[in-house]
Every structure is written in structure tokens, then in C-alpha cells.
Nanobody, 115 residues
Framework: QVQLVESGGGLVQAGGSLRLSCAAS????????MDWYRQAPGKQRELVAA???????NYADSVKGRFTISRDTAKNTVYLQMNSLKPEDKAVYYC?????????WGQGTQVTVSS
């Protein structure tokens, strides 16, 4: 029973910060890549950031230098620290991983950035 539970979304003014959390269960967390995706209304879901089991990270060009993905293996949790938020960052953010040839998604957490 794989579960990904996101938290930390909310409303913030442009230039502000939020930290999203994704608590994972039902997987061997230390062995998987964890990702954050986002989807804005009327747009396709896009990959925002990823972190491998070895700690390597990748970011979408639009968030480089502003967002940081990290993981705490002891807590089976992945984080997305979002700084210098822009109105275009407004979206539902989803935690994602793959396990046993299956994609798993969190329920999503809303991030709203006011201008």
C-alpha cells in the first residue's frame, strides 16, 4: 500500500516562500527517485524537481535558483523549498514516485501566489 501525502501549500505573496512536504509509505524510500510536479489550470502537468536515491537533483529551468528539493530518509519525506515565488508558480503541486513498475501520486497541494 503505497501512499504519498503532501502538505505545506497555501497562499503567499510574490517574493515569499513556502516549503512543501511529501510523506511516503509503502515503498523503500531510500531506493527511489522522488519528484515534484505541478499543474496550473488549463496547462499540462510539468516536472518541477527530482531527487534520486543518491541525492542527485534536477530542476525545471523555470525554478532553478529558487526551488530546492531535499529528502530525509529517516522520515521517508521529500521536501520542496520554494523561495522568491512568482505568480506563475501558482499551481497544484504533486509528489510522485515509481515503485514496482507503477507510478504513484500524492493528492496534490495548492500553491497560490498573489501579485
Amino acid at each position: 500500500q503505497v501512499q504519498l501525502v503532501e502538505s505545506g501549500g497555501g497562499l503567499v505573496q510574490a517574493g515569499g516562500s513556502l516549503r512543501l512536504s511529501c510523506a511516503a509509505s509503502g515503498i523503500i524510500f531510500r531506493f527511489v527517485t522522488m519528484d515534484w510536479y505541478r499543474q496550473a489550470p488549463g496547462k499540462q502537468r510539468e516536472l518541477v524537481a527530482a531527487i534520486t536515491s543518491g541525492g542527485s537533483t534536477n530542476y525545471a529551468d523555470s525554478v532553478k535558483g529558487r526551488f530546492t528539493i531535499s529528502r530525509d530518509t529517516a522520515k521517508n519525506t521529500v521536501y520542496l523549498q520554494m523561495n522568491s515565488l512568482k505568480p506563475e508558480d501558482k499551481a497544484v503541486y504533486y509528489c510522485h514516485t515509481g515503485w514496482s513498475s507503477t507510478d504513484y501520486w500524492g493528492q496534490g497541494t495548492q500553491v497560490t501566489v498573489s501579485s
